[in-house]
């Protein structure tokens, strides 16, 4: 957030000024983040639970007096698919191909823009 302190008037920026008075105030109350996490890792572990389990993300187990995170189950939905041939090559490189999955590359799309068909690059 950006003011322009410049553009204010001097009642706007008295109440800026108390604004900012409040808020540091209320930020130097509040305890460092690191002691509140350490508090609540304390009581989750005392009632027999992980911050973890408690609010999400992956999970730490013990293992040989080391914590160690579990890696989460894959989200993909479906089967999963492997690889697939081309079927487009371009014709000034060869080397270039298109599966026809995703995106077109660049190359086809410029010589699809130009008035050349999709089947003229079909690998035969």
């Known amino acids: 957030m950006v003011i322009d302190i410049n553009s204010l008037s001097a009642k706007e920026l008295d109440a800026l000024i108390n604004q900012a008075k409040k808020r540091r105030t209320t930020l130097s109350k509040r305890k460092p983040i690191a002691t509140v996490r350490t508090k609540l890792t304390q009581l989750a572990r005392a ?16 293992r040989g007096g080391r914590r160690a995170v579990e890696k989460a189950p894959s989200k993909k939905a479906g089967k999963s698919t492997g690889k697939v041939a081309p079927k487009y090559r371009n014709p000034d490189n060869p080397a270039e191909t298109w599966t026809g999955r995703g995106k077109q590359p660049r190359w086809l799309a410029a010589h699809t823009a130009g008035g050349r068909e999709l089947a003229e690059f079909v690998i035969r």
Not at 47 to 62: D, H, N, Q, R
């Open 47 to 62: 009632e027999g639970y992980s911050i973890e389990e408690l609010f999400g993300g992956p999970a730490t187990v013990e």
